[in-house]
């Protein structure tokens, strides 16, 4: 198996910074070192840059690529947007001579070369697949006890029906198990595999039309009455989290559940603290949750 | 950008399934693939700026009786219109960060605080801690033309210094008038 590089992409490290720490801090723990992916930028997003132009979307989503390439190390991602971009753009120049070699003549202009050599993984399915449910339980130390909605998000499921079509046939558990390997239970929801509302670029062309599309979904999610979501992804995170925040001054509502990243919350059963993990740091209160995981009562 | 919209029977069944067809009534996806399959670019207003609400969420395909390939088929319909010059102002600005720093979400201040919080770098090791890292990212997309393609129009130009001249003589004329 290859080492593996770390791409932060933009929203994590530029606003949820906490899903990287927890990134680097349970992968740590795992005993799998991540590299820094030094120089990285902008994946760029799926249905926003490659809608523009498709050849910038696959020149930059090669550069990526090549400078994990160049430490010999596969790419980890922990974004969906991110994932859908670098594992179509690598799938799509690896299946095209012609294409590689287009892209290739723009990248030898800053000294890399797409190779296509190597993979490009998403931070759930590798966990799933090659740590396995569980060997993620064999790490638990604190388990939780607590009610989850897990939100799947569009371009995990999506780009995983071209390349490992096992894990999203009939019915789709692969995140659900791994959550539940935490010691919480991933409670079913109404339209649970519907979309945040925030892709494509739809949150920048169309914010209040998204904005009732997250708002339905948050109204599915409390009617189960969970104590959290669980994304995969820092763009459906921010969109839940600061979303709440502009749907109750909009429609008067009182939404307040706290959204987590599956790395959050596997930190959090490893023993590490919220804040170690960044969990403070959001848009939506997520005091009264830390509360509970303090005195015990979000604990097995 | 593979596309094989001449399968589409306009049963409607995307839109059904289209969370954002759900909220506005204005986005209706057969409709842009059946005036696309058309060639209808007469009608452009009626694709524009609608086109740009998908969210990529794939319901459509995942419900598309034809297995069309609906998602391919709006981001292919979006970039004819974006090198037509009809991108929208919020988008042309999220091109015009990656141009700038790389990143479409750049970093900020409150960002950098909570960084150093966490005990991780004040900037993310990403192009925006490296200065070549940048300018290869600027390289490449000089040569693509995508800087090109995100720059202010002169036209936009235009409008906005009429709209200052406009704006300077008026306050001229109330000055010359309350002075009077």
């Known amino acids: ?300 | 950008m593979s596309s094989n919209i001449e399968r589409c029977y306009q049963c409607g069944q995307c839109t059904s399934v289209c969370p954002m067809g759900e909220q506005e009534q204005t986005y209706r996806i057969r409709r842009f693939l059946q005036m696309e399959k058309l060639g209808l670019e007469t009608e452009e207003s009626m694709m524009v700026p609608f086109i740009f609400y998908c969210t990529t969420c794939y319901r459509c395909q995942d419900n598309c009786p034809q297995d069309v390939n609906l998602v391919d088929a709006v981001l292919a319909i979006r970039e004819k219109a974006v090198h037509k010059g009809k991108m929208l102002e919020a988008h042309k600005k999220v091109g015009q960060m990656l141009v700038n720093y790389g990143h479409a979400v750049p970093t900020n201040a409150d960002a950098m605080e909570k960084r150093v919080h966490l005990g991780l770098d004040k900037r993310p090791p990403t192009v925006q801690a490296s200065i070549e890292g940048l300018s290869e990212i600027k390289t490449l997309l000089r040569l693509t033309g995508f800087d090109e393609l995100v720059a202010e129009s002169k036209p936009v130009e235009h409008v906005e210094s009429a709209a200052m001249m406009h704006q300077t003589c008026f306050t001229q004329q109330q000055v010359v008038e309350e002075g009077a």
């Open chain 1, 1 to 300: 198996m290859s080492n593996l590089s770390l791409f932060l992409g933009c929203v994590a490290p530029n606003r949820y910074p906490g899903i990287e720490a927890a990134t680097k801090k349970t992968f740590s723990k795992l005993g799998i070192e991540l590299d820094d992916l030094e120089g990285a930028s902008c994946c760029p997003a799926p249905g926003v840059f490659r809608s523009f132009d498709k050849v910038t979307w696959l020149t930059l989503a090669s550069r990526n690529i090549a400078l994990s390439e160049e430490m010999d190390d596969d790419v980890l991602t922990i974004c969906n947007g991110c994932y859908s971009t670098l594992k179509e753009a690598d799938h799509e120049l690896k299946s095209d001579a012609d294409l590689k070699k287009d892209v290739n003549e723009k990248l030898f202009e800053t000294g890399h070369e797409f190779r296509g050599q190597h993979d490009v993984r998403h931070v759930i399915e590798y966990l799933y697949q090659e740590i396995g449910v569980e060997g993620i339980r064999e790490l638990v130390t604190a388990p939780l006890n607590m009610r989850v909605a897990v939100h799947y998000g569009c371009h995990l499921v999506q780009p995983l029906k071209e390349a490992d079509s096992r894990l999203v046939s009939g019915d789709i558990t692969f995140f659900d198990e791994l959550v539940e390997a935490t010691g919480a239970t991933s409670v079913d929801y109404e339209d649970k595999m519907m979309c945040c509302g925030a892709g494509g670029g739809a949150r920048a062309a169309a914010h209040d039309a998204t904005l009732r599309i997250t708002e339905k979904k948050l109204e599915n999610m409390a009617d189960a009455q969970v104590d959290c979501i669980i994304n995969a992804c820092p763009f459906c995170h921010l969109q839940f989290d600061s979303g709440q925040k502009d749907i109750n001054e909009g429609s008067c509502t009182s939404y307040g559940i706290p959204v987590l990243h599956y790395t959050q919350l596997l930190g959090l059963a490893m023993g590490l603290s919220p804040e170690e993990l960044g969990i403070d740091l959001n848009v939506t209160s997520t005091s009264e949750f830390i509360e509970k995981i303090n005195d015990g009562s979000l604990m097995a």
